[in-house]
């Protein structure tokens, strides 16, 4: 088993910023991908951001330049920096882990192994 626990949500102005971090304990694989969804209200889980093994990253065209997902491997921690950030980013971010890594694009939530609990973000106008 895996558990992912993410921390660094909170309440931030539009315009701002925060960092999440979500740090993997157990059984992960020797290489793997993590990646970070979000769900607002009323709303389907959707793509935000993927990291491969090595490093390459994907972003939905919705927080890109503005989003960098990014990784520590000693640490088994991925980290998603959010700047500039909207209203319309308010959400639960969840983190999530596919164990392995062949370098395809993970953005379907069917693809990953493990979830966090999720973290919740609220931008205010």
């Known amino acids: 088993q895996v558990q992912l626990v993410e921390s660094g949500g909170g309440l931030v102005q539009a315009g701002g910023s925060l960092r999440l971090s979500c740090a993997a304990s157990?059984?992960?694989?020797?290489?793997?991908?993590m990646g970070w969804f979000r769900q607002a209200p009323g709303k389907e889980r959707e793509f935000v951001a993927t990291?491969?093994?090595?490093?390459?990253?994907y972003y939905v065209d919705s927080v890109k330049g503005r989003f960098t997902i990014s990784r520590d491997n000693a640490k088994k921690t991925v980290y998603l920096q959010m700047k500039s950030l909207k209203p319309e980013d308010t959400a639960v971010y969840y983190c999530?882990?596919?164990?392995?890594?062949?370098?395809?694009?993970?953005?379907?939530?069917?693809?990953?192994?493990?979830w966090g609990q999720g973290t919740q973000v609220t931008v205010s106008s």
């Open positions: 990291i491969s093994w090595s490093g390459d990253t």
């Open positions: 157990g059984r992960t694989f020797s290489i793997y991908a």
């Open positions: 999530a882990l596919v164990q392995g890594d062949r370098g395809f694009r993970y953005i379907y939530s069917y693809e990953y192994d493990y």
